[in-house]
């Protein structure tokens, strides 16, 4: 049978060759079909909501979903077949996995006990290890989004990055809150951690039917997440402890989904002592709120960076975001909010996202790598031990190589901009050698003696802001770790004349990392000569860009 709601859109209830035979379910980010293949096989195609089709950012992170799943072992999610448009409409053709997703099969069945419980952790840990050694982090990790197929669970939905997913009103919550970890509502760059808290709390959710962190609306679930400890009654052991050091507040202090299926594959069945996890419940018990903790400069979304032991300063951005839902105003999401569902709509007021590129609304370069601007572009070596990249740009994206240590900066042609500006690269492939440097940056650049960059060393999986001035290094260290992958964006917001900060795009999130403070020269006139560019440098070997850009604030 034809769904009646493509019937219109693919002609005959085609989405390309594919004959649509059922709606499968519908989200705030799209609807997905099973359908039929030209061969006679079934595959899920997941079509992108007509309504945010427009917006060529939406469609890039949509597409994106497809090439994430594609880089992690097969074994671990849907099989991706391939991409496509209908009309203004992009979707994603991928295996159809038979099966109902755990939540689905909990609320429906009840609750997983003895080996199949212990099964359902194993290969959901398997999947997530798998994930990690691919350099991903999920975000999104949930009952919903493991489907329990004929060949074992699989995990779907990689193009999700939402702060908050499918919130109505202050008093119902469904989907991804109850599961995020402190650092998602903190606003702290993602690391695999993250996906380790999400999975503890799905493992609660298949022992027992509800969630560790329960509460009657949104902010009494965010404030027990941040603040309270599990309730991990009915969780059977050796499962219980392993839980239990999964949701400690710290990321630092959770172990890894390798670590993890090591205690719980070791023979015995049991939780080594003076292993990875050897916590107990008192240990993640939080201590009472100081006043360092919200303090002014956190609520601009900078993050405290964790530490090795105890409970770190909650960020009062995620406070904020208690507050903000109490008073129902809705974090803005990375795809417009909407029931999981029902398709109902959420509240219309939000608040404004980290970075928001809507408010440098001038253009003062824009470069996709098309190849017509790259006998334009003024070239800048700053240290005599290197040389320049040999460069080359064209379909879309630039290339730089070379076999000995090169490091070379780039300014933008376009015009030159002065006030609040910001410069957004958005990366493709780095050397991947190992070696000390595989980096790119970001900012502005005057010459060889005089650049601002916010960078990112592959190697390291760091990001930080130079600040170089008349041939001086003129900032005090800033860096933190984060890993970013092809795709992501890395930016540099110049902001007052003062103050530098670099911003990293992830899965469609923007996150504030590190600041510095400036010593240009005051003039906006002076201002003008330091142009919108970027960076490449490495030991030896190949990094590319897919785009780079340039933008400066009204006025």
Request: charged content about 20%; some cysteine.
């Amino acid at each position: 049978m034809t769904d009646s709601r493509v019937a219109g859109l693919g002609g005959s209830g085609l989405i390309g060759e594919h004959q649509v035979v059922r709606l499968l379910g519908e989200g705030g980010q799209g609807a997905v079909y099973l359908a039929e293949s030209p061969a006679g096989g079934r595959v899920a195609i997941k079509v992108l909501h007509g309504r945010l089709a427009a917006d060529p950012e939406v469609r890039r992170r949509f597409l994106r979903e497809a090439e994430v799943a594609a880089s992690v072992a097969p074994f671990c999610t849907a099989r991706v077949i391939g991409t496509g448009t209908l009309g203004e409409q992009p979707y994603i053709v991928s295996e159809y996995v038979p099966g109902p997703s755990l939540d689905a099969l909990v609320r429906g069945d009840g609750p997983r006990t003895g080996g199949g419980l212990d099964r359902l952790a194993i290969s959901t840990l398997t999947a997530l290890a798998s994930i990690h050694r691919a350099g991903i982090v999920h975000r999104d990790f949930k009952p919903a989004n493991a489907i329990l197929g004929p060949e074992g669970p699989v995990v779907i939905d990689f193009g999700i990055a939402r702060t908050l997913d499918a919130m109505t009103t202050t008093n119902h919550v469904t989907g991804t809150p109850a599961y995020m970890s402190p650092e998602q509502l903190g606003d702290q760059p993602l690391t695999p951690a993250s996906d380790m808290f999400s999975w503890a709390v799905t493992m609660v959710f298949a022992a027992t039917g509800r969630t560790a962190f329960t509460g009657g609306n949104v902010p009494a679930i965010l404030h027990a997440i941040l603040r309270n400890p599990p309730d991990l009654s009915g969780v059977p052991e050796p499962l219980c402890a392993i839980v239990a050091a999964c949701l400690a507040k710290n990321p630092a202090d959770r172990p890894t989904a390798e670590q993890v299926l090591r205690d719980l594959t070791s023979g015995d069945g049991a939780v080594r002592p003076g292993g990875a996890i050897d916590r107990t419940l008192g240990d993640l018990e939080p201590p009472a709120l100081s006043a360092a903790s919200i303090a002014p400069s956190a609520l601009d979304g900078a993050m405290t960076r964790p530490r090795r032991s105890g409970v770190p300063l909650l960020v009062a951005g995620a406070l904020l975001v208690a507050l903000a839902v109490a008073a129902g105003v809705l974090l803005a999401p990375s795809w417009p909010a909407e029931n999981e569902g029902g398709g109902g709509k959420a509240a219309s007021a939000v608040a404004r996202p980290v970075l928001d590129l809507a408010a440098y609304p001038t253009v003062d370069a824009a470069d996709g790598f098309d190849g017509a601007a790259q006998a334009h572009y003024d070239g800048y070596q700053p240290f005599g031990n290197e040389v320049m990249p040999t460069i080359k740009a064209g379909g879309g994206r630039l290339t730089g190589e070379g076999r000995v240590p090169y490091f070379g900066w780039f300014a933008l042609p376009g015009a030159p901009s002065s006030g609040d500006t910001v410069s957004v690269i958005t990366l493709g492939g780095f050397a991947g050698t190992g070696e000390p440097e595989d980096s790119v940056f970001v900012g502005r650049v005057k010459d060889e003696n005089n650049y601002v960059g916010a960078w990112y060393n592959h190697t390291r999986k760091e990001i930080g802001i130079d600040v170089r001035v008349d041939g001086e290094f003129r900032h005090a260290p800033n860096s933190t770790s984060l890993s970013l992958a092809p795709g992501d964006r890395l930016a540099l917001v110049l902001s007052g004349g003062t103050t530098i900060t670099s911003y990293a795009e992830t899965g469609g999130a923007w996150r504030r990392l590190t600041t510095a403070d400036l010593d240009l020269p005051a003039t906006p006139q002076e201002r003008t000569r330091w142009r919108h560019g970027f960076a490449l440098r490495a030991t030896a070997g190949t990094i590319t860009l897919d785009a780079a850009e340039g933008y400066s604030a009204a006025g």
